[in-house]
């Protein structure tokens, strides 16, 4: 899924929505998909958190960026986003600077302010 919001370009993977994000089978992120879940989130709508990942990154930008020792640039995000049950969900977010202007979703967690 691909979002334009001004000159930046957001790829949040349908694969890593619904075989990660939401899974809570999954080995590595059961206990982050239970977390989404509770919050309202369902795999059978990736779309809505696709929208919600954007959306936590815009209204944090600029965020803070870090330059790992191999790998491209990473823009990390901190703050609170509007979940479908209508609570507030604190969630940081990590994107991949691809290209300038061009970020791909790498992962998102909990975060305790």
Do not use: C
């Amino acid at each position: 899924m691909t979002t334009h919001v001004g000159a930046v370009v957001w790829t949040v993977e349908r694969p890593k929505i619904v075989g990660y994000l939401l899974n809570p089978a999954h080995t590595d992120g059961a206990s982050k998909a239970k977390y989404r879940l509770a919050f309202g989130y369902t795999a059978d709508a990736p779309e809505r958190l696709a929208d919600d990942l954007v959306s936590h990154a815009v209204a944090h930008w600029p965020g803070r960026r870090m330059l790992p020792p191999l790998g491209r640039p990473r823009l990390i995000f901190e703050g609170p986003v509007r979940a479908p049950d209508g609570r507030s969900m604190s969630l940081r977010g990590v994107w991949e600077e691809t290209a300038p202007a061009q970020l791909r979703f790498l992962t998102a967690y909990p975060w305790k302010p």
